[in-house]
């Protein structure tokens, strides 16, 4: 996967959010289930229950109440254990979840020579295989941390989600940001990202917006703006 950030000013650039936009379901659930099994899955849940109950209340922090389920669930395997599932569930599970009609929304960027991002709140861990396979250049996601080869319950970046998001974008464009920059997302946690865009689109507020690379922020705005 390149990792060049160094961009052309005429270069498009196709920014996507991952779990629910490209997926039909939650991704990090889904591979914690896979990884660690239903019951320890259960348990973890119930251990991290009230940061996830304060994060629905809004009184928690989003990436701190994901940290303490992580923690809870698959705290303490090793790198080598996590990578081997990830790598596992990004061929044999992941791929059910992907929407047909983005993964030809993702070739059809590729086949106009455009460089493809996945921006994600989800784990880099085995996003990387899966955005690998279908063609991305780059992730920008939340990654863990892992001390003395086991995982440490906690990120090594902060959690990537809203305004997150866009400082890691911004961060990989460096000085030459793309002429053009497409963004899809599905929720409030993308609204920052598609403010960026020339071309943005939020899963539920309209079709996606045509692939000519060469409208204004108007357009864009209107498709991602909502109540």
């Given at each position: ?5 160094l ?12 779990d629910g936009?490209?997926?039909t ?12 099994g239903l019951?320890?899955f259960?348990?973890?849940v119930?251990?991290?229950?009230p940061?996830?109950?304060g994060l629905?209340?809004?009184v928690?922090e989003?990436?701190?109440a994901k940290?303490?389920?992580?923690a ?10 996590l ?7 990004a061929?044999?599970?992941l ?35 899966c ?6 250049d ?13 995982f440490s319950?906690?990120?090594a ?9 866009v400082?890691r ?6 000085s ?5 920059l497409?963004?899809?997302?599905d ?6 990202m598609?403010?960026?865009?020339d ?6 507020l309209?079709?996606?917006p ?8 108007t357009?864009?705005?209107?498709t991602?703006?909502?109540?």
């Amino acid at each position: 996967m390149a990792t060049d950030r160094l961009m052309q000013r005429d270069q498009i650039v196709a920014a996507f959010d991952f779990d629910g936009t490209i997926t039909t379901s939650d991704s990090l659930r889904d591979f914690v289930r896979y990884t660690v099994g239903l019951g320890r899955f259960a348990v973890g849940v119930m251990c991290a229950s009230p940061w996830l109950i304060g994060l629905l209340a809004g009184v928690c922090e989003r990436g701190s109440a994901k940290a303490r389920f992580l923690a809870a669930t698959i705290g303490g395997m090793t790198q080598r254990e996590l990578e081997e599932a990830a790598q596992q569930y990004a061929t044999r599970q992941l791929p059910a979840l992907i929407r047909p009609e983005m993964a030809a929304r993702i070739q059809e960027h590729r086949r106009l020579g455009h460089r493809l991002v996945l921006v994600s709140a989800s784990p880099a861990l085995y996003l990387k295989y899966c955005a690998a396979a279908i063609g991305f250049d780059a992730v920008l996601a939340t990654e863990l941390e892992f001390r003395d080869g086991r995982f440490s319950g906690s990120f090594a970046l902060p959690n990537c989600w809203g305004a997150e998001k866009v400082r890691r974008l911004q961060d990989w464009f460096g000085s030459d940001p793309p002429e053009v920059l497409y963004a899809y997302g599905d929720s409030p946690g993308d609204r920052e990202m598609l403010a960026l865009a020339d071309h943005a689109w939020l899963r539920g507020l309209g079709a996606m917006p045509e692939i000519d690379g060469w409208q204004g922020k108007t357009s864009a705005q209107s498709t991602c703006d909502g109540p």
